[in-house]
């Protein structure tokens, strides 16, 4: 079992930057696939970027290519995301998750993730 634990969200205006936390529990991330994903009100929840640990291949949707970056310290057991130029249609409630074992073209696919956190509202305004 893994326990996932996200922090960091907020309120910020257009343009400003936030960094998320997830602080793993339970066991070590090595052999995991880490995801964020992201969900607004009515709306279906939505890869936003995924890291696999053991090698730190990354991968991002395109909306957020150039402005997000996933990163993880092993030694906190934690994985990061770090959102800079926010703007407007960022605003989510942000979800980490851990997949066992998912392959590539799967990787964006809520549905491959075994494990996943409570969330972290991030609302930015105009």
């Known amino acids: 079992q893994v326990q996932l634990v996200e922090s960091g969200g907020g309120l910020v205006q257009a343009g400003g930057s936030l960094r998320l936390s997830c602080a793993a529990s339970?066991?070590?991330?090595?052999?995991?696939?880490m995801g964020w994903f992201r969900q607004a009100p009515g709306k279906d929840r939505e890869f936003v970027a995924t890291?696999?640990?053991?090698?730190?291949?990354?991968y991002y949707t395109d909306s957020v290519k150039g402005r997000f970056t996933i990163s993880r310290d092993a030694a906190k057991n934690t994985l990061y995301l770090q959102i800079n130029i926010l703007k407007p249609e960022d605003t989510a409630v942000y979800f980490c998750?851990?997949?066992?074992?998912?392959?590539?073209?799967?990787?964006?696919?809520?549905?491959?993730?075994?494990?996943w956190g409570q969330g972290t509202q991030v609302t930015v305004s105009s």
């Open positions: 339970g066991r070590t991330l090595s052999t995991y696939t």
């Open positions: 998750a851990a997949a066992v074992l998912v392959p590539t073209m799967d990787i964006i696919d809520p549905r491959n993730y075994d494990y």
């Open positions: 890291i696999r640990w053991s090698s730190g291949w990354r």
